[in-house]
């Protein structure tokens, strides 16, 4: 436990919550479980496709602790620039917008920060169950999460020796790992072709069968304890001398604030700069297709070699992945996920045959793959809780404990250092 400082001398009982993904339904559960009055606003339904938390890959890891930046990226981005299906691309005419991004990002990779970063991650992610668990009980969902570990395959015998320094961080931070052969796959897997001759397994990782679903049955559940849902694009804040007094929503309609918690996602970045803070962040576009079927697969697999998670869902199977930089406003290019469901064919006994649907969301993403968890700079009313990049599904339970912890002024369950706005300072 650590104390957390920067407190406002005076806050109350009723907590606006702007943004109802993940992190804002969660937030909300833990919040009126500590007694707040709480109002959440969002123009979108919780669960819903609009939120990137509906069409994530479902991963719940504890121990997730590698960042998206690692030392070396910048030999792979080329290669990866170059593939018309590889798993990064960045759109010619947003490069300008997204470079100062994508400088802060290549720092990150420096092994010394890496180090705190992968700290960091495990800090925030270790709980992850724990903090799920009593709420998903309480919403009747429980089936949600799935103790299954998670499987990294690779397609070459000697896969884990190439991620040599990855499987260093998660065992010193004291994740279980286990090297497996291709025998050893096909036992744990029989449901992947024999392309993969070597893997990682985590045993001790988790999967959501529909993060959507989770979503809604977390809001109906905050909603039935008297969590007000309200829709409405909140458009601007009143601020006064201790912080915000209001929010504005696109209707013309004005709410009082009392506390303010900022946990809207991707689009947090201009908000918080009307709050006076400037965070270097960026929409990382994801895809998804999902298809009608069942692989008979039952560990959501990645593949290392090509970068895309398959994992099982309630609906058939899911293949996720990408990371897409061309901002807020462009329309998806489902090619993308079409390239996943091309790459992902050969991975599978069964044919890929059924039903296909195809997504895209914004992964709100700071350079060095971890949130902002902190109070505004000039309005010490309002905590952010937003920039979980590719880990909010797993984070969002635990960052929900600590804002109702920061709401009510307590002692925080973690160190909430590395999470500062402050950190991205020159
Ligand atoms: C392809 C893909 C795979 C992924 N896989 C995983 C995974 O396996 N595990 C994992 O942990 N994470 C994963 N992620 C990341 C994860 O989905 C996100 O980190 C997480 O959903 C972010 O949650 P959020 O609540 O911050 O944002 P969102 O779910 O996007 O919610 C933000 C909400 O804010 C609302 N909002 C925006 N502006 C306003 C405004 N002005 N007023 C009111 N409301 C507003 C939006 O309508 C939205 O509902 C994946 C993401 C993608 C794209």
């Known amino acids: 436990m650590s104390s957390y400082g920067n407190e406002p001398s005076a806050h109350g009982r009723k907590v606006t919550i702007v943004g109802g993904g993940i992190i804002g339904v969660c937030s909300a559960n833990y919040l009126v479980r500590n007694g707040f009055s709480v109002e959440v606003i969002d123009p979108a339904l919780p669960g819903s496709q609009d939120q990137c938390s509906f069409g994530n890959a479902g ?6 602790c590698i960042p998206n930046s690692m030392p070396g990226v910048l030999k792979n981005v080329p290669k990866w620039l170059m593939d018309p299906e590889g798993p990064l691309y960045v759109r010619l005419a947003y490069l300008p917008h997204a470079l100062p991004w994508l400088i802060r990002f290549l720092a990150a990779s420096r092994k010394p920060r890496v180090e705190e970063i992968s700290a960091a991650m495990r800090s925030l992610h270790r709980m992850t169950f724990e903090c799920y668990e009593p709420l998903m009980k309480e919403a009747g ?6 103790k299954r570990g998670q499987l990294f395959v690779y397609e070459s015998e000697n896969g884990p020796a190439g991620s040599a320094y990855s499987l260093d961080l998660r065992r010193r931070h004291g994740v279980k790992v286990e090297i497996l052969d291709a025998d050893e796959i096909r036992q744990l897997e029989p449901a992947l072709a024999p392309i993969f001759k070597s893997a990682v397994y985590l045993p001790e990782q988790g999967q959501c069968p529909n993060p959507g679903r989770l979503v809604a049955k977390l809001a109906e559940n905050a909603a039935r304890l008297g969590v007000r849902f ?3 694009r909140v458009t601007g804040f009143d601020k006064g001398a201790s912080g915000v007094t209001g929010v504005w929503l696109d209707g013309g309609e004005r709410r009082e604030v009392d506390q303010l918690v900022l946990s809207t996602g991707a689009w947090s970045a201009d908000l918080a700069r009307t709050l006076g803070d400037r965070i270097p962040f960026e929409t990382e576009r994801g895809y998804h297709v999902m298809v009608k079927t069942d692989t008979g697969l039952r560990v959501q697999t990645i593949s290392a070699d090509r970068k895309f998670v398959a994992s099982p869902m309630e609906a058939g199977l899911r293949i996720a992945g990408n990371v897409e930089f061309s901002g807020l406003t462009m329309p998806p290019n489902m090619h993308r996920a079409d390239a996943l469901l091309k790459q992902a064919r050969p991975m599978f006994n069964r044919p890929l045959e059924g039903e296909v649907s195809r997504w895209m969301g914004h992964r709100p993403g700071t350079p060095d793959s971890i949130p902002v968890i902190d109070r505004a700079k000039k309005a010490s009313n309002v905590i952010y ?9 797993i984070a969002g339970s ?3 404990k600590i804002v ?7 002692p925080t369950s973690i160190d909430l250092t590395p999470f500062r706005a402050s950190r991205f300072q020159l």
Do not use: D, K, W, Y
């Not at 991963?59 to 997730?64: D, E, L, R, T």
């Open 141 to 146: 969902c429980e089936e949600l999460l799935q």
């Open 398 to 400: 635990v960052t929900g």
């Open 230 to 232: 309200t829709r409405g």
């Open 59 to 64: 991963g719940i890891c504890p121990g997730s």
């Open 385 to 393: 809780a937003f920039g979980h990049g590719h880990q909010g599904l």
């Open 404 to 410: 109702a912890e920061l709401a009510a002024n307590r």
